[in-house]
């Protein structure tokens, strides 16, 4: 039912966003084609509040959002199309399900009334894909963490997205149920063909996740790119020292900076000192982009 | 024509635990005199000329609604006569052994009048049935206020008082009643001649006078002999008349 | 019973529906409001909402007296431009019922709407549900035990009301007179076995609601 859209060719996402709540203020600029894009970055740089202003929950400052091609947020041309307009699914880490109904009925809350019933068969495929079906008259409270996140997730696909937000979904499950989470949520957005974008500050699970990692820090979105290229690698090299001048910038985009004395620290793989006192640093290549 | 008010001052020998309120004559003592509301002008001068008799004698005044103070004192309050403005409550107390039966009589009389608000429709008793639809005639309760069981007594003589239910507003004691009046709340109220004197938001519409009006009395009572039936005495005395006619009332 | 006892009876039940049917709508509106909006003057409205819960019920009436009396400005003007006139009505009964009623609904409401999660409210909303059906199928379902608590004390201060009601409303036989204002004005007559009956018809009313709202709460509990 949900293969890949024909207007594949649009982005599925594009926003550049000024985000104010309280005294703090975070910025960013948001590209996906399709996949999903993984905002990545320690707690307080912004990642949510991003989020959040994407599903509409928050209203940004100032700045822009196109969901495949449609306005629904410019601060210039006054557009502003509420969260339950959007068509953008939103996963919380907790709390996400109403605790006085049982699994099928929070399932199906988003739906239109006629839409409601329980023989609807895209539900109960639904639910088949996410395996839930031995569960689907258990109230919320009898569930395990994991079992929440996936009635959470077949609720948000039930209506279905254009596009679905994940906030940290998997930070309170143990770590055997967040694998087997992230390996049923990568299989569910590729057969529904739903393009998402997912929060986590875990490197590792921002490389199982992410076809592309937008990286957060202080407020900014700073860096975006293939997991390989954004997350920080395994072994590095660090050099520290007094600086003998100020940075310069060479034509090649890399900056260059004169140490005075300075100290070298680093895998012995890496760092070859040579005889005559030079030292060679080798840095690994980059990683295939997915 | 007046309508008698009795004034019945009831001594009441409740709960006086004796000692302060003793007095052979001219020593000091203290009275507490629960009076009806209506008599709240005319008490401070009578109490007054008494205190000037009587030096020594302090005399403390309570007002309110007659059968409202008749439940005070069934209730046990510290009161040692009352001056209401009906007979009933005061025979009530007396068949309660609250006052003694020696002491009460009849001190005064008064009559009922219609008062209206400035500029409001000229009703008389009589064409009191006239009143318009959403026009409002405020009278006492007649379960406590005597004024307002003398209004229910003379419409219902006038065979007015079941054809303006619903149109009567009940004032928990004269004063109430006649507030509606000069707030302009009302169309029409029933009190007393002597609480309208000298007021000018209010206009006086008619007298009751005639076969059907009642006669209002001024009753009062000591709760026993002694000091407080001695006052009970000086009210109903021609030496007070004068005051009491000062103030509107008329003789027992 | 003859009509003349049996209406305040019937008159407290309408004036006390009336108010209700003003109060609930009103209040559950105020205490959304207040639990989910900020805006600048909301402590003030805070404030105004808990007055009547704490001013006496003399001061109630006196203040709805002198701003709806005849000669207030809102009762002025709605007797010039509407031919309107409010005090020594039933109409001022059931509004002086439901300014005492509506600060219990409030500030039960509030902290029930306050300690919904703002998550399930924020995810109904990116399924596609309008802010009024957060509402209803969220917020509400979520508070309604407290919600239910509100309703039940809102109602039995609606149908005890008495200071308020005899200033604003009066004391009209057959008109304005509820089971309050009866129970004292039998008793100041001396008519103690009349009074009695109101208070134990207002008795049983305002403890029936309650325990029946109770055995609401527990039936959902057992399900």
Redesign the interface.
Known sequence: MNGPPPEAAVPALEARLTVTAGDFTVTSEVQLREGVLVFFGPSGAGKTLTLQALAGLLRPREGFLRVRGEWLFDSERRVDVPAHRRRIGYVPQAHALLPFLDVVENVRFGLPRRERRADNPRIRALFEELGLAHLAHARPPQLSGGERQRVALARALAVQPRLLLLDEPFASIDREGRAELRRSLREALRRHGTPAVFVTHDAEEARVMGDSVLRFVRGRSVECGPPGVVLPRGPSVAVSGVAAGTPGQRPDGSVELALGEATVRGPASLLRPAADGRLTVELPAPPDET | MWASVVVLALVLGACRQGGDSQDPEGESTSLTIAAASSLRHVMPALVAAYEARHPGVRVALTYGASGDLRRQVEGGAPIDAVVFASAGPVDSLVRAGLVAPGSRKVVATNQLVLVGPPGGPRLTFRTLGTLGPRELLAVGDPGAVPAGQYARDSLKELGLWESLRGRMVLGGDVAAVLAYARRGEVAAAIVYRTEVRGLSDVVLLDEARGEWAPRPEVVAGAAREGRAADFVAFLGAPGALALWQEHGFGPP | MSDARLFPITLSLQVASLAMALVAPAGLALAWVQARRRYPLRSVVDGLVLLPLVLPPSVVGFLLVVVF???GPVGAWLEAVLDV?L??TPAAAVLASSVVALPMLVKTAQPAFEAV?P??E??????????WS?FW??TL??AWRSVLAGLVLAFARAVGEFGAT?MFA????????TMPLEIF???????DARALVYVVVLSSLSLGVALLAARMTGAVEAR
């Open positions: 009396g005849r000669r006139r005090i020594f999660p998550e399930l924020a995810v109904s909303r990116s399924l596609g549900l309008p802010p957060v199928r969220v379902p979520s005899l009066g004391n009209i036989p057959g008109r304005t007179n004005s039998a008793y100041q007559a001396g008519e």
